[in-house]
C-alpha cells in the first residue's frame, strides 16, 4: 500500500501520461498498455472480456492483492495476456494462434510448471 | 556515561545468560499448551532497513537447499531480523548478519568448550560433544518506520567475532518436537501422565522410577532421549548467540520479566532457572519458505526463574542441517514477556546461505527468477517472442506482502511464468530481471536492467511497471517528479 507522500498529484499523473503518449509517437517499436483502465476495472470488480473469453463482474477483485497493487497470480495470467494482447493487435507480427487467451488455461499451466519445477528441486536434494 | 550504562547493562545480561544456560534443564510437560507463535506477528523490514541491507552489500534474502552433514564452511551465512516491540505500537528493527570465517591462530590455539553432560529422569548420564565455530556477526540498526514526532534513533553499525558451539546447535530441536508431537497425541488417547526432566546433576530415586515408568508408557527410545536431552546444549548453544551480541542481549533483557532477577544476580546469588518444552505441532514447509520434505514445528516453551514465568518463547525449528546450523535449525522465535504481552520481540532468519557458489546463486534472486532453465527451442524461430526480457519493479519481479524479501510463494507471482505458460510457440526461456527493491534505486537499477536486458538480445522488451518509481515515491515535489519520470524514459532510449 502506498502513503500519501509516495503519490503523484492528479496533475503530475496526467503530465506524465501525455508525455508518455508523445514519447512513443516518435517511436513506432514501442506499446504502451493501458494498466489504469485494467486496474480501474478490476478494483470496481465489473467484468474482464479479452479474445472471446469473459471474466464476470463480481469475480475481478481476486486479481489484484490486499495491497491493491501486486496482481495475485490469477492476476498474473490476466496481466501477461493484457499486455500481450496489445502486442499482438500492434502489427508486431505475433500470430494470434501464438497464445493461449484463456487466463485460466494460462494460470493452470504456469503453476504446473512450477509444482514441477519444486518436485525436480525436492529430487534434487533428495536423490 | 550513556556507554557505561549500556555496557553495564550487557555484563549484567551476559551474566544471567550464562546462569540461564549453566542451570537451564529441560522438562517435558505436554500439558503445557501455551504457544506463543500462534500469536507470531510478522513485521515486514521498515524501508531504511532494506535499503540498509542494499548499501551494505548483504546476501540476497533467500534460503539455499540444506545440505548432510554437520560442518559450516567459511562463507555459510545467516541473515536474521530482529524486531523488537514495545507499548504504544512502536517497533525497532535490526538486521543481524553472521558469516562464517575461518579461526585466526589466537582462536585455533584458545581453549575449547567442555563437553555437556546431561542427567535424565529415565536414569541416565548423556554427553554431548562441543565443537566451535568462529563467526563474523554484523548488526545494523535500530531502524525504525518514519513517525511525525518521533525522532529516529541513531543507526549503529557494529560488528564483532564471536565462537558458535555449532557441535551443541547441531543438536537442534526439531528430532524432540517429533517426538512431543507423539506424546501430545499418545496422551491425549491414552490419558497418561509423566514428564521427562533433564539437568545437571543425578535426579533422585524416586523420580528416575517415575521417568523411566513414562519412557515405557510412550515407548521412548535411547535416541529420542539423547534427542530431549539434547534440546539443553542446544538451547546454550542458541543462547550462547545472544550472549555474544550486544545488540540481541540487550533487547532481549528488555522483554525479560525478571526484576526479582536482577536484584539476586547483583547480589550475586545463582537463581534456579528451569526451561519447559510445552507441546509443539507439525508446521507446513512452504509457510517458511522451506524446502518441501522439511521437517518443521511450532516449538512452545516457558523459562522460569525462580519458579515465575519469566519468557515464553515460541519457535519453528527445522533441521539443524547446513547452513540452517548456524541457529541451530530455529527459523523463527518470538520472546514475550509473560506479564505484558505487548513487550516481545520476533527473530527471523530471512537468509540462510552456503558459502560456495550456491550463495551467488540464490533462487530467488531478481536477476535469475526467469522461466524453466531449459530453452524451448535453441533455434531461432523468427518470432517476435523468441527472446522476451522482463524489466521493472516489484510486479515483474513477483511480490507478495507475506514474503517481502521473497520466497517460496513469492515463485507464484513472477510475471515470466505466465508469459511462458502464454505462449503457444517455441521460444527461448524469459529473462526476468525485475527487482521488488526497484523503488530504493530506481535510476541505478533501472540502468543496470537496461544493461543486461541489450545483453540478452531481445526481441522482445516488456517493462510493465518500469516507469513507476520514476513517478511515484517519496522525496519528491510534483516538478520533481516529472524530471524523473523523463530519466526513466532517458533509460528506455537505450533499447532500439
Keep these: 500500500m502506498l502513503s500519501a507522500a509516495e503519490m503523484p498529484s492528479v496533475e503530475t499523473l496526467a503530465a506524465a501520461n501525455r508525455r508518455l503518449k508523445e514519447w512513443v509517437a516518435k517511436r513506432p517499436r514501442v506499446q504502451v498498455v493501458p494498466l489504469s483502465k485494467f486496474m480501474r476495472t478490476v478494483m470496481a470488480n465489473q467484468a474482464l472480456a479479452m479474445r472471446g473469453f469473459v471474466l464476470p463482474a463480481g469475480k475481478t477483485r481476486r486479481l489484484i492483492q490486499d495491497d491493491k497493487l501486486h496482481p495475485t497470480a490469477p492476476g498474473c495470467a490476466t496481466l501477461a495476456l493484457t499486455i500481450l494482447d496489445a502486442f499482438q493487435s500492434s502489427a508486431s507480427g505475433l500470430a494470434e494462434s501464438a497464445v493461449y487467451w484463456d487466463a485460466q488455461k494460462v494460470l493452470s499451466r504456469a503453476l504446473e510448471t512450477l509444482r514441477q519445477e519444486q518436485a525436480t528441486a525436492v529430487k534434487k536434494e533428495n536423490p | ?496
Design chain 2, 1 to 496: 556515561m550513556e556507554s557505561k550504562t549500556v555496557q553495564q547493562q550487557y555484563q549484567r545480561g551476559r551474566r544471567l545468560l550464562g546462569a540461564l544456560v549453566a542451570c537451564s534443564w529441560v522438562l517435558l510437560a505436554p500439558g503445557l499448551r501455551g504457544d506463543a507463535t500462534n500469536e507470531l506477528k510478522y513485521v515486514p523490514p521498515c524501508r531504511a532497513l532494506s535499503a540498509a541491507a542494499l548499501a551494505n552489500h548483504l546476501p540476497q534474502p533467500g534460503f539455499d537447499a540444506p545440505a548432510d552433514g554437520s560442518a559450516l564452511d567459511p562463507g555459510d551465512s545467516a541473515t536474521i531480523l530482529v524486531t523488537q516491540f514495545e507499548k504504544g505500537g512502536h517497533h525497532n528493527q535490526w538486521l543481524i548478519y553472521l558469516e562464517v570465517v575461518p579461526p585466526t591462530e589466537r582462536e585455533r590455539a584458545s581453549r575449547e568448550n567442555q563437553p555437556k553432560t546431561i542427567y535424565t529422569t529415565f536414569g541416565h548420564k548423556l554427553e554431548f560433544a562441543s565443537a566451535r565455530t568462529f563467526v563474523k556477526v554484523r548488526t545494523l540498526g535500530p531502524f525504525v518506520e518514519p513517525e511525525p514526532n518521533r525522532h529516529p534513533p541513531l543507526v549503529e553499525d557494529e560488528s564483532a567475532r564471536v565462537a558458535l558451539d555449532t557441535g551443541f546447535l547441531s543438536l537442534g530441536f526439531d528430532r524432540a518436537a517429533a517426538l512431543l508431537c507423539r506424546v501430545h497425541q499418545f496422551q491425549s488417547d491414552a490419558k497418561i501422565q509423566g514428564s521427562f526432566g533433564a539437568g545437571e546433576s543425578p535426579f533422585p530415586k524416586a523420580q528416575v522410577a517415575a521417568g523411566r515408568q513414562f519412557a515405557a508408557a510412550y515407548h521412548i527410545t535411547d535416541a529420542e532421549e539423547r534427542a530431549l536431552a539434547g534440546m539443553s546444549p542446544a538451547l546454550q548453544g542458541y543462547f550462547g548467540l545472544a550472549e555474544e551480541t550486544p545488540v540481541l542481549n540487550k533487547i532481549l533483557f528488555k522483554v525479560f520479566d525478571a526484576p526479582s532477577v536482577w536484584s539476586l544476580v547483583r547480589a550475586g546469588h545463582m537463581p534456579s532457572v528451569a526451561i519447559a518444552a510445552g507441546a509443539p505441532t507439525p508446521a507446513d514447509p512452504g509457510d517458511w519458505r522451506l524446502p518441501p520434505t522439511s521437517p518443521v514445528f511450532r516449538f512452545p516453551w516457558t523459562i522460569a526463574i525462580n519458579g515465575h514465568p519469566a519468557l515464553e518463547l515460541g519457535a519453528i525449528v527445522t533441521a539443524p542441517r547446513p547452513p540452517f546450523l548456524l541457529t541451530g535449525g530455529v527459523v523463527s522465535l518470538l520472546a514475550a514477556n509473560p506479564n505484558d504481552k505487548k513487550k516481545y520481540l520476533t527473530l527471523y532468519v530471512v537468509g540462510a546461505r552456503h558459502g560456495g557458489g550456491a550463495a551467488n546463486q540464490a533462487p530467488d534472486s531478481p536477476a535469475l527468477a526467469a522461466g524453466p532453465p531449459e530453452a524451448k527451442s535453441p533455434e531461432e524461430s523468427g518470432s517476435p517472442c523468441d527472446r522476451i526480457v522482463l524489466i521493472g519493479a516489484s510486479v515483474t519481479h513477483g511480490f507478495t506482502a507475506s514474503e517481502p524479501f521473497g520466497g517460496t510463494n513469492t515463485a507464484h507471482y513472477n510475471l515470466d511464468r505466465y508469459f511462458d505458460a502464454a505462449l503457444r510457440i517455441p521460444h527461448h526461456s524469459i529473462s526476468n530481471f525485475g527487482n521488488s527493491f526497484f523503488f530504493l534505486q530506481a535510476d541505478s537499477l533501472g540502468e543496470q536492467q537496461i544493461e543486461r536486458a541489450l545483453e540478452a538480445k531481445p526481441t522482445l522488451v516488456v517493462g510493465v511497471d518500469f516507469l513507476f518509481w520514476f513517478c511515484y515515491g517519496k522525496g519528491f515535489d510534483e516538478k520533481a517528479r516529472l524530471q524523473h519520470f523523463e530519466k526513466g524514459l532517458q533509460l528506455l532510449e537505450a533499447i532500439p
